[in-house]
């Protein structure tokens, strides 16, 4: 059974930086995607960021390019979403989750951590 659990949420500025941890196990195989996603007050979970398992290769939401990074640390089990320049639309809670396609949408991921909390002041 995949499990997930994150870490790394909290208040942070305007224009400050955080960094996300996923501590991913159970998993069959590599042949895996491990996305970031995040859902604020009233709005629908959007998907960030996700990263393979076997290449690594990565994909991102155009609302967050060239401000967030996904990495992965395979002999840790981990993945790491580095938010850089965070805005305050970026406050919401964080959930990293795992599917066997490469995909921003939530439908498709089917295991789930239990999300971490991320507010950003102005």
């Known amino acids: 059974e995949v499990q997930l659990v994150e870490s790394g949420g909290g208040l942070v500025q305007a224009g400050g930086s955080l960094r996300l941890s996923c501590a991913a196990s159970?998993?069959?195989?590599?042949?895996?995607?491990i996305g970031w996603f995040r859902q604020a007050p009233g709005k629908e979970r959007e998907g960030v960021a996700c990263?393979?398992?076997?290449?690594?290769?990565?994909y991102y939401d155009d609302s967050v390019k060239g401000r967030f990074t996904i990495s992965s640390d395979n002999a840790k089990n981990t993945v790491y979403l580095q938010m850089n320049s965070l805005k305050w639309e970026d406050t919401a809670v964080y959930y990293c989750?795992?599917?066997?396609?490469?995909?921003?949408?939530?439908?498709?991921?089917?295991?789930w951590g239990q999300g971490t909390q991320v507010l950003v002041s102005s």
């Open positions: 159970g998993f069959p195989s590599d042949d895996y995607y």
């Open positions: 989750a795992a599917s066997p396609w490469k995909s921003l949408l939530s439908e498709v991921y089917t295991a």
């Open positions: 990263i393979s398992r076997d290449d690594g290769h990565t």
